[in-house]
């Protein structure tokens, strides 16, 4: 299986190509097994530094603006087009990408996140409180903000820990996240029902 020439290639044609061998191909990290086959990319899903958020209530969490408007563009657009700022997707869009200057973008954000909540996972995802449902509230940076007393159920604390945020799309999926995985309903350990925001 180890077929490669670990050094250039003595052949008159090409001198500085270096041939791999089928093993490298498959191997390593950026091999075709891990890049492809086990690790896909999720959409409406995001990724950023946890950091201490203790005005926040125990329901809610900061979002970063940048990492929303990535997450709810779908929504965002729907909205400018039904509330007439936009006659069509690109014209949207082009208006999400000048969002400095195009102020009512946030607004309509602003209303997009109110109710729409999202999940907030920390790997590993050793048992039921590693993954809950959180009500987003705007914030400037890049990290996201937590509340310190619900860092027991994720395992966390605010040495660079990071977390991923997934989008529930369906009003199914919203509603189940609302009433079985918001953060304030969890505060029981569901091992030995001891209270975790301690």
Same mark, same amino acid.
């Given at each position: ?116 909540? *999202? ?78 925001? *301690?």
């Amino acid at each position: 299986l180890d077929n490669g020439v670990h050094e250039p290639s003595k052949d008159g044609f090409n001198k500085d190509k270096v041939y791999k061998s089928f093993s490298d191909i498959i191997g390593g990290k950026e091999g075709r097994f891990r890049e492809t086959l086990l690790g896909k990319r999720v959409d409406y899903s995001g990724r950023s530094v946890i950091v201490v958020g203790p005005s926040l209530s125990l329901h809610q969490c900061g979002l970063p603006r940048e990492i929303a408007i990535e997450l709810f563009q779908a929504f965002l657009i729907r909205d400018l087009i039904r509330k007439h700022f936009a006659s069509n997707t690109a014209t949207a869009k082009r208006q999400i990408k000048e969002r400095e200057k195009e102020l009512i973008v946030w607004e309509i954000l602003q209303e997009v996140v109110q109710g729409h909540p *999202v999940l907030l996972n920390r790997a590993p995802t050793l048992h039921r409180l590693g993954i809950l449902a959180f009500q987003p509230i705007l914030v400037e940076g890049r990290a996201i903000y937590l509340h310190p007393l619900v860092c027991k159920g994720f395992n966390a604390d605010f040495d660079g820990d990071q977390m991923a945020v997934h989008l529930p799309l369906s009003l199914e999926a919203q509603a189940e996240a609302r009433l079985l995985m918001f953060s304030h309903t969890n505060l029981l350990s569901p091992a030995i029902g001891d209270p975790i925001c *301690v």
